[in-house]
């Protein structure tokens, strides 16, 4: 509380934010090519009333910083008794962009009027720093075909970003560079915009308020951390003195008109839906000036419903009955900004969002869950953000801070006080599920940040100084079912009489005769919320200095201390110096080399604390269990055990319970909280060190002329400190090199090689520890560390075209990349006895080649075609064992045969690698046109059609998966050639809207 209300008064008492762009002109000769010092450089936007001038230096340079991103701009030098005046084109803002002005002025002396062209030009490359980074426009975003106005399914239109394949339904969708899509950064106006609990957009930023997208992917300013990956920062719409607008409606009719496929799609949250799957979109954006010159505005709603159709299916019954449900995302987002005076500045930026995912039961082709088990996930979010700049004499101040909440209810049930009933036939086939979802998982964010910079813009450097605070207050009730979860088999009359009462889809826990045969009885012991303030403290210094006006060399110095690195140690990961340089050499006013090094650190990704946290236990056995690993050297000699342990979620299971009469936690014996798990984890006694990244970076760029650009770039990165799981009890190793000669371990056998070795009798699991027999253990100890390594290369080719003149315009890259890692995600194992030398292997987001081409044609006055494609090669494919043959893919025993195949859960095929095969390389084509039907004096209405996978090709790789259900997991070795299609790509589908802008 303390903390909080300290950051909010500095909030109150800032006087700065900071817009973080600059336009850089540079004046010159137009007979010589010489720098021309002493000129008046004239910055106007008369969007904003904003006007401003400044002399160049000795090196015919000048620099306008902290400009705001609203309106257009334009830089020009009035004629004086020496020179002509020069004039620029208008220029659009961007977020974070390079803007340079080369002014070419003529001197009186030696040109008459009638011989001066003015040759100026706004240069698209970046003159300034190594930055490899990429935008997107608004005016672009608003021509490319995307689905549901949702911005992430923009960015892999963008080089080095990718769709990526999660370790869960709703896991972030965007992959830069190959990595982990948990691990992008995302901004709103450079403001911490991340569900820090695993990761991904905490507020997911609609096309209707954003103004520009800019990518950052490598090499990258020091005034940007908490990532060793790409960032994605959104600038948000800003008003003016124009009043501008729009409200629109967007549909997606669905299988009508779709094309059809075998293969379930995917909403946009990344949940599977079927081929009845529609969605409606409408919304309204409304921008101006409540005071002219001074006070703007810019509101922002948009809501979409997705209406969805599961069947539930159960033959024993006779049920066969649609279930509908609906998906519903509310985006409500406001802004001011406020002009107090020419020097100071301030913006208010509000953001809210509903989301509500339902689970209605049933299943895409058939399903047993019943409504009564029904539930909805929430994802409910709120930022507010105060942003103040003051602009002094060489020097300027920022003030940032935001407060936002996070609220992610994984399964919030219709039947909160319910037990869950899995119902089973005679024949133990299971024919319904009611009552509870048969979990809890419902966390909650309250985060604030506060950051507060410096710019000084002396001769020849512009200087930048700034300390920052994310601070997050994270908390989770999670868990089983403090109901109770029954398993239940009907005998047939039973069966018959269910059958019989015609109850149909309404079938729900009571409707069960009372006096069913339970076969279990489960409930959880110890609901509880939990969680831990992170603090995130960071502070940088950058000096950008202009060698000439040719050369610019950028140094700078980052710190970052995550107070979550200490894990249940004394002290944290304090040597977090990240030292980053660039420099960037102008060949000439077209073309320029830039070469940059940097190191990148992570911060500490929540999850892996919370999980440590709710997979815990302070039962007496387990105590002694991980004292002996202190003996024997597995555990550091100095761990204290009190710190590393906790009293987190316990389920138990109950014998001899009659239906729905089964004990609540409160009245079972402690006894049964000392029961033996399969796997338990520690928080880390030696702490966490931060992931941290060197990236490396070599670019050339030439602006061909003002519409056309061509660059290309060179990355190499080093990642060190990946997340990954180390079983403290593993087995010892069992290897299996030879598919011609696979005996397989029991888990039994496997069990008695661990440390502790573990055994079995009539009552069950237990370990003999100095004489005693010890029930309370687990097989397996986890613990998260921060050890695994990746390493990237990538080539990046890109030539853009503006449509200036001409009636069209286009956008083409070329990457070839390959990543390769030894750990892939936080719950990452090694498949054999914590060998992680044996893992290293092509990224699960690897791609070879991926080609991207956007072109827009302008055939008549206001009608766009635009065609979008993506050509990827194929992501790889992990080969794992075929139970059929070896009667498991558990092969060496130890117990991960369950789960994803991806984080080391199953052994691979013997003698196979890891990833060492291919899927078929992938093409989608997406088409849309437009019409904008101008209405005299009355704005426009625009008509569009999007049509995606125009050609309707099955791509079974580059689309944004869940790594469970995809076809990069197979059976079977690599040359056998076997490939079962799990999933594919979206078939053909079509989207129609009407909007109407003022």
Known sequence: MKLQLATFFIALISISTFAQVNIEVNVSSQLTGAPVSG???????????????????????????????????????????????????????????????????????????????????????????????????????????????????????????????????EAPNVSINGANSLFTNYLIDGLDNNENFL???????????????????????????????????????????????????????????????????????????????????????????????????????????????????????????????????????????????????????????????????????????????????????????????YIGDGWSSETNFQYSRFRWNYANPENLNSPQVTVLDPSEQTIAVLGHPGFVFDALENTIQAEQKFNFYLNDH???????????????????????????????????????????SSLNINDIPSDVEVLNYAVELQPKSFGERHNIFSAYVEDQYSLSNRLNLTLGLRYDYDDLSKGSSDEGDYNNIAPRFSANYRLDERSSLRFGYGIFYEKILYAIYSDALQQNTTSPDYIKQLQALIEKGILPSNTDINRATFDGNFTTNVSNVSYLNGPTSESLSDNLRNAFSNERRIINPNGYDNPYTHQFSLGYQYQIDND?????????????????????????????????????????????????????????????????????????????????????????????????????????????????????????????????????????????????????????KNLTLTMASLLQSGQPINRIPDAAIYGTTDLNGDGRSFGDAYVGNSDRFPGESRNNDRLPWSNTFDFSVQYDLKLTNFGTLELRADVFNLFNVENLSGYSNNATQSNQIQVGSKSSGLLVRRNASAPRQFQFGVRYLL
């Open 39 to 169: 000129i008046s450089v004239h910055l106007q936007n008369d969007d904003i009333g904003f006007s401003t001038v400044k002399e160049t230096n000795d090196k015919g340079k000048i620099s306008f910083g902290d400009l705001t991103l609203a309106g257009k701009y334009k830089v020009f030098v009035k004629e004086d008794d020496i020179y002509y005046g020069a004039e620029s084109d208008e220029i659009i803002l961007t977020s974070n962009s390079k803007n340079s002005i080369n002014l070419r002025i003529a001197e009186k002396k030696t040109y008459s009027l009638d011989e001066v062209t003015v040759n100026s030009s706004t240069t698209k490359i970046n003159s300034v720093n190594a930055e490899v980074s990429s935008d997107l426009t608004l005016q672009e975003l608003e021509k490319l075909p995307v689905e549901g106005r949702d911005i992430t399914r923009s960015l892999y239109r963008l080089p080095n970003v990718t769709q990526a394949t999660g370790f869960y339904p």
């Open 199 to 389: 990761g991904g957009q905490k507020f997911a930023v609609p096309v209707g308020f954003t103004q520009n997208i800019n990518v950052l992917t490598n090499n990258y300013s020091t005034e940007f951390g908490l990532t060793g990956n790409g960032i994605v920062n959104i600038t948000s719409k800003s008003g003016s003195n124009i009043t501008t607008g729009e409200v629109f409606y967007l549909v997606r009719p669905g299988a009508s008109i779709d094309g059809s496929s075998p293969f379930a799609q995917r909403d946009l949250s990344g949940n599977q839906v079927k081929d009845g799957f529609q969605r409606h979109q409408f919304g309204f954006g409304l921008g101006g000036a409540l005071v002219p010159d001074k006070t703007f505005y810019y509101l922002s709603a948009e809501q979409t419903f997705d209406l969805k159709d599961n069947l539930l299916n159960v033959p024993q019954l006779g049920i066969n009955e649609t279930v509908p449900g609906t998906n519903n995302f509310t985006y409500l987002s406001g802004k001011i900004d406020h002009k107090w005076s020419d020097k100071f500045k301030s913006s208010l930026r509000v953001n809210a969002g509903i989301v509500g995912i339902e689970r209605q039961g049933g299943g895409l082709e058939g399903g047993v869950t019943f409504p009564s088990a029904g539930n909805t996930q929430d994802r409910n979010s709120l930022l507010i953000a105060s942003k103040n700049y």
């Open 462 to 504: 512009i200087l930048k100084f700034g300390v920052g605070l994310v601070s997050s207050d994270h908390s989770l009730f999670g868990g089983g079912n403090v109901n109770g979860n029954y398993t239940v088999k009907l005998n047939q009359t039973q069966l018959d009489d269910l059958r019989n009462s015609n109850i149909g």
């Open 708 to 860: 056309k650009l061509f660059y290309v770039d060179l990355m190499h990165t080093r990642s060190y400190n990946l997340y990954r799981l180390r079983d403290l009890n593993a087995p010892a190793p069992y290897p299996l090199t030879d598919p011609n000669n696979v005996t397989v371990r029991t888990q039994a056998e496997a069990d008695l090689t661990r440390p502790i070795p573990i055994y079995s009798d009539a009552q069950g699991n237990f370990a003999i520890l100095n004489g005693d027999t010890l029930r309370g253990v687990s097989r397996s100890i986890v613990v998260s560390e921060t050890a695994g390594e990746s390493r990237y290369f990538a080539m990046s080719l890109n030539f853009q075209k503006d449509k200036a003149l001409d009636n069209y315009s286009f956008r083409l890259s070329y990457t070839l990349s390959y990543l390769e890692n030894n750990t892939e995600d936080i719950n990452f194992k090694a498949m054999d006895a914590n060998n992680f030398e044996n893992e290293w292997g092509p990224s699960i987001n690897d791609r070879t080649h991926v080609i991207n081409f956007i072109f827009n044609y302008y055939p008549i």
